[in-house]
Structures are given as C-alpha cells and as structure tokens.
C-alpha cells in the first residue's frame, strides 16, 4: 500500500490508536482521557477542513491566495502566543508583530531567492512550517519575561533607582528569555539526522523522492526555521521590553 491508497476506511481503523492511549491513561489514572478524547475529534475536524479549504487554494489561489493564507495563520498564532504572555501588556499585538517579522524575514528570503516556487502548495506547506516555529519562539519568549519580570521586579526597579537606563536593567532578562527561546530550534537543528527525520524530509522520503534530495530540501528548512525564530524572538523581547517599562519615566509598569 503506498501513501497515496490510504482511505478514509483506513483513517477509521487507525482509531484504535487512540482507543490505546485512552485505554492507558484511564487505567493509569492520568485524568487527560477527556483530553485526549476531544484533541483527537478536533484534530480530524481541523484537518478535514482545512484540507478541503487547502484544495481550493491550490487549484484556484495562485501566490496571493496563498499568501493570505498564511497572513490568517500568523494572526492566528499572534493570539496563541500571546495567551502564553498575556502577563504583558498587549501580548497578543506584540507577538503578532514578532512572529510577523520572523515569517517574514525567512518566507520572503527563500522566495526572493528562488529556492522555493511560487505555486501555492509549496508556500503554504512551508510557510505553516516558518509561522508554527515563529509562534513557538515568541510564545516561549513572553511567557520567560512575564515570568522573569515578576520574580526580578524588586531587582530591577534597584538597578533603575540606581541610574541604570531601561535597556541596561531589562537587559540580562531580554537576553536569557530570547535565549531560551532559541533553545529548541538550536537543539533540533543539532540533531537533525542522527536522532530524528523531520517533517519534510520523512515526508519527501515517504513520497518516493531521493535521499540526498530530501536532505538538501531539510536542510533549507532547517535554517529557515532557525532564522524565523531568531527573529520572532528578538521582535518578541524588544517590543516586550517597550510595553513593560514607562520608558519616559524609566519604571517598571504595574503588573497586571
């Protein structure tokens, strides 16, 4: 059976596997079978749909329609990463506007280039793939100076009485934030090959096409995502940065 072949009959069947993990959790009382349950139903759902939209774009779009696709995408994860800071004010404007910037800078690199086609079951496979890791590094960027900007407040405040500007007393937390971030991205590109095959290049390898083609396109991909969250992350910290502090007055604003 190749990939192509598979039926909705064989989707059906491969519920056991969920049947398996529901069956594990709920004898080791792990209290997510519900979870698990309703991830699974809005996994289908969200997939079938968008599948179905995914059709359209691909047969009718062209680059436009696929690159509002991927502006709906980013305004999504804008939302999704700024629950995970909402501690900061405006955290889901500021995180659209990183993710916007990381997705951005590694999209329109790899189109201005040439290295990716404009055709637009290229741009939004690729494109979901940039904005997804953008959301990721912003998310986890946010939530580190929510956090960080709660536990150090004391500290902080002591620097700027002391005369230290805005960006000198704020600046060990930016980093170390944007910095942890990173760390996935870092840690994946590290190991890419020798502990796992990512998506791309499984799913290039699974549709027939040469090894070493695969491993040429993984690694495009993985320097974009790199680059993505490079960037999502440093947008992400600066505008943090801007919206925590009264910068007129050099202090700390009240949390919220």
Sequence with gaps: MNLTS??????????VLIA????VATHQRLAVSRDMLLAAVRAAVQLAAAGAVLLLL?????LPGALGWVAVMILIAGQVAGRRGRAVPRAPALATL????????????????????????????????????AMQATGLTLLRLAEDTRQARPAIEARLSLGMTVQDAFAQHRRSAART???????????????SLPGAMTGLILAGVDPLTAIRYQIVVMYMLLAAATVAAAVASHLAQRALFDTSAHRLQQPR
């Design 181 to 195: 971030a990173l760390l996935p991205a870092i840690d994946s590109t590290k190991v890419v090959g020798l502990i």
């Design 6 to 15: 598979v039926t909705w009959l064989h989707v059906a069947m491969s519920v």
């Design 98 to 133: 990183a993710i916007t910037a990381g997705s951005l800078v590694a999209l329109s690199s790899l189109l201005l280039v040439r290295i990716l086609p404009t055709r637009p079951e290229v741009v939004i496979p690729i494109g979901g793939m940039i904005v997804s890791t």
């Design 20 to 23: 398996i993990a529901v069956a």
């Design 58 to 62: 691909f047969q009718h779009a062209g």
